[in-house]
């Protein structure tokens, strides 16, 4: 069948005793071909969330996408994943063997963490130089890059780590952050994706049992590159 635009939203209803997943609300149903008609309001269609959004949007955050291709099309579940951190202006800084890139686009369909809380406006006012004075450091320069122990994520950590001691708090080690922070986001985007390609495939989707919003998710790759 023909492909959906990546990021079309998803729709759950329930039908023949069934859950249903699909990108719109059919007239019959899929399953027993019969008219959907009319449903009692707990039994509307509910929109599933979409995971991803548009990292040159996103102020202040740290981003996760594919190192190749997009998490709806080419990502595997166990594929790299790059990582970076937005300025306020949705600049996505990130660490390569290139040094430092500043990319005004190519994260338009990313995992969000957002670093700063409602309110935290005098820190979001020297976010940007903190960013660029961070990314100037030596520590960063394109030589000093290495695939496994210094890389992009690397460099989001420490400056995560930075803008904590800035405010007095402790740091956070690799572990406790990919745990907290990153872990509980790709869970969402892998059950995400796994629907989403289900229903290109069929143009619905009836999950075996136990439902795949609660079961769990395929491999979500390793934030290293």
């Given at each position: 069948?023909?492909?959906?635009?990546?990021?079309?939203?998803?729709?759950?209803?329930?039908?023949?005793?069934?859950?249903?997943?699909?990108?719109?609300?059919?007239?019959?149903?899929?399953?027993?071909?019969?008219?959907?008609?009319?449903?009692?309001?707990?039994?509307?269609?509910?929109?599933?969330?979409?995971?991803?959004?548009?990292?040159?949007?996103?102020?202040?955050?740290?981003?996760?996408?594919?190192?190749?291709?997009?998490?709806?099309?080419?990502?595997?579940?166990?594929?790299?994943?790059?990582?970076?951190?937005?300025?306020?202006?949705?600049?996505?800084?990130?660490?390569?063997?290139?040094?430092?890139?500043?990319?005004?686009?190519?994260?338009?369909?990313?995992?969000?963490?957002?670093?700063?809380?409602?309110?935290?406006f005098g820190l979001m006012d020297q976010w940007d130089k903190y960013l660029e004075d961070f990314s100037c450091a030596g520590a960063w320069l394109p030589h000093r890059y290495e695939e496994d122990q210094h890389n992009c994520y690397s460099y989001a950590l420490t400056f995560i780590n930075y803008v904590l001691a800035v405010e007095g708090q402790e740091p956070l080690d690799k572990d406790q952050f990919t745990e907290m922070f990153v872990v509980p986001r790709t869970r969402k985007a892998s059950k995400y994706i796994t629907l989403h390609r289900a229903i290109e495939e069929r143009g619905f989707y009836v999950p075996d049992c136990p439902d795949p919003e609660t079961s769990p998710p395929p491999g979500s790759g390793s934030a290293e590159h």
């Open positions: 069948m023909q492909r959906t635009e990546a990021g079309q939203p998803i729709i759950k209803f329930n039908h023949c005793q069934k859950p249903i997943y699909s990108f719109s609300v059919p007239r019959c149903c899929p399953l027993c071909q019969r008219d959907m008609g009319a449903r009692k309001l707990g039994e509307a269609p509910v929109s599933i969330a979409n995971p991803f959004t548009n990292g040159h949007r996103e102020k202040c955050s740290f981003l996760l996408r594919p190192t190749q291709g997009t998490f709806l099309r080419e990502y595997d579940g166990r594929s790299d994943l790059h990582v970076g951190i937005t300025n306020t202006n949705g600049a996505v800084y990130n660490y390569t063997v290139r040094g430092v890139q500043r990319d005004e686009a190519g994260w338009e369909q990313s995992v969000s963490i957002p670093l700063l809380q409602p309110g935290m």
